[in-house]
């Protein structure tokens, strides 16, 4: 896929991976629209990027009138939708027995799982319907691509992730299943496992801290720089034989246990 004058969505696209993938987006081209909660920072992004290439919408990923809503804004403002990327997420431990031994509440693991796992899906389905109704834009008959964002804790999940890890492990497990359906579509799908990466709420931490982080990956010893993510995003979108994978970005890292 030639990215130049493509539009791509982009949850959670008004900081850290996702506007880093936003940002490498307009480089390439495109035109990217942000769905995020945080309007300051979406206001401050597509300052950044130009508002000829960016708009926004604050957007709840786990309701659909919220997410209908802001993928009409999308096409409304763009006129066709070629990439998705679910980039939102959160991640709080929250481990199964407390300190006295009291069960996590079903509502806290829930909320992990609604926003990661049900959000992502959410926004990938109704982007899907909308995007299987244009014009192909290849000679394989592609129309595009969904790129979602798990975690390596999907596959080696620390103690105090259980919601995490399940949730991740189920944006990656739906990757597959979801390319062989929409194959008839012409729409790819991608998922990616990041490691540990200094996203802007990881340069908080101390540097200390942060170092630690850093020789725990095998090779390079260090957290992964949000434009390496950024990279690999790119060329999922542009490579058209890309389809049905999920992606380690984590360094060779593999967690241990806490």
Do not use: W
């Amino acid at each position: 896929m030639n990215l130049q004058d493509k539009v791509a969505v982009i949850t959670g696209g008004a900081s850290g991976l996702g506007k880093a993938a936003a940002t490498a987006f307009v480089e390439k081209g495109a035109k990217v629209f942000l769905l995020d909660l945080n309007e300051e920072a979406c206001v401050t992004t597509v300052e950044e990027l130009g508002a000829e290439c960016c708009g926004y919408a604050i957007t709840d990923v786990v309701c659909e009138d919220s997410v209908n809503a802001a993928l009409d804004q999308a096409m409304e403002a763009f006129g066709k939708l070629h990439i998705v990327l679910n980039a939102a997420g959160i991640g709080p431990p929250a481990k199964v027995l407390d300190r006295d031994l009291n069960p996590l509440p079903l509502a806290k693991f829930k909320k992990i799982v609604d926003i990661n796992l049900c959000g992502t899906f959410n926004v990938l389905s109704k982007a899907a319907s909308r995007m299987a109704k244009l014009d192909p834009i290849n000679e394989d008959g592609g129309r595009g691509v969904i790129i979602n964002v798990a975690s390596v804790a999907a596959f080696d999940g620390q103690i105090g992730q259980p919601a995490y890890g399940g949730s991740k492990a189920g944006v990656a497990g739906m990757t597959l299943p979801i390319a062989r359906e929409l194959a008839k579509q012409g729409i790819r799908i991608n998922c990616i496992a990041p490691g540990l990466f200094l996203t802007p709420l990881a340069a908080t931490l101390d540097d200390k801290v942060i170092e630690a982080l850093g020789n725990s990956v095998e090779f390079p010893k260090r957290l992964g720089k949000p434009s390496e993510f950024a990279q690999l995003a790119v060329q999922m979108a542009e490579n058209d034989y890309f389809n049905g994978e999920v992606v380690r970005l984590d360094g060779s890292i593999r967690m241990k246990a806490r």
